[in-house]
């Protein structure tokens, strides 16, 4: 019998306001066909994907966003190396819901379950759609980014957290760039040797990186159009340009079209190398991670997301 695994994640801030109790809500939907755990650390993770391993589960499902899946397909993908992971469902419940949208996955956690009860119901084979992901040592992730990217998160995740937070840090980057404010933390600069395929940019001084296999970012941000153009690649953007450039061109940005300029890469590859001055800041999938100066970014193995 298909069977899924659903883990929810309990600090989940959409999962915190919710009125409803989730996991006995998705059971209900759910009925003989779920498997439902709550996960309330790192350790629990672990021991749900063995016993669901164990159990031979046939597709997991995330409930949170999009950090939860990060951390649950990081685990996933070791727990069962060298065997390929099952492919995981989204039960949608984040703010930004970037990886749900690359399958263009509609409608909230409870709408999403029905549906996918719907079709094993009806003795159907869920559609599984192919994303890669990106790899640093032994995480995985469907977006990276430094610099800006994670100056960016780092005012975002201060506070209260939701879309009104990410409007206005928007609005104080736009001012911050055009007039140019030297003590600004968003266009803090980063200092390295970029190289992207083996081959090292001819700029050190990064304003951001943004890398990624899915092509949004949210808030109707699609930058990294070429995201799934080629098995085993990611589509990268790095910009050495100065922050009143980068808000000139704003809207460029947010269309995926190309910044303009010489302190540019914009290309799909499937390796970068950042070898930095000093530590620095990173982010995968909206986690944040410290670097003490070297990183490579290269292709991790491909995940497959259900669609319903």
Do not use: W
Not at 67 to 73: A, S, Y
Not at 157 to 173: D, S, W
Not at 278 to 303: K, Q
């Amino acid at each position: 019998m298909y069977k899924i695994g659903i883990i929810v994640n309990p600090h989940a801030r959409s999962i915190q306001k919710s009125r409803n109790d989730i996991a006995v809500r998705l059971a209900q939907i759910g009925k003989e066909f779920v498997d439902v755990r709550l996960s309330n650390s790192l350790e629990e993770l672990d021991a749900i994907l063995a016993d669901f391993k164990n159990k031979d589960i046939s597709c997991i499902a995330t409930c949170g966003g999009d950090g939860t899946i990060h951390h649950v397909v990081c685990h996933m993908i070791n727990m069962y190396a060298p065997s390929a992971p099952p492919p995981l469902l989204i039960l949608k419940g984040g703010t930004m819901d970037n990886i749900a949208r690359t399958i263009d996955l509609k409608g909230k956690s409870f709408d999403i379950l029905r549906r996918m009860i719907a079709v094993l119901e009806s003795g159907k084979i869920p559609t599984a759609h192919r994303r890669d992901t990106m790899k640093i040592g032994n995480r995985y992730c469907f977006l990276f980014g430094l610099g800006l990217t994670t100056n960016f998160l780092d005012a975002v995740y201060e506070g209260e957290k939701g879309t009104l937070k990410n409007l206005k840090v928007i609005g104080r980057a736009i001012f911050e760039g055009l007039t140019d404010k030297k003590s600004s933390s968003l266009f803090k600069r980063v200092y390295a040797h970029i190289t992207v395929d083996g081959k090292e940019l001819p700029f050190r001084e990064i304003l951001a990186i943004l890398a990624g296999t899915v092509e949004q970012i949210g808030m109707g941000f699609s930058p990294l159009p070429r995201a799934n153009e080629k098995d085993g690649t990611f589509h990268a953007i790095i910009t050495g340009e100065k922050p009143i450039e980068g808000v000139k061109q704003f809207f460029r940005i947010k269309k995926g079209l190309p910044m303009k300029g010489k302190y540019n890469f914009n290309d799909i590859i499937s390796r970068l190398t950042i070898v930095a001055d000093s530590p620095f800041r990173y982010t995968m999938d909206g986690e944040l991670y410290d670097c003490d100066r070297s990183l490579v970014v290269e292709m991790g193995i491909p995940i497959y997301l259900i669609k319903v």
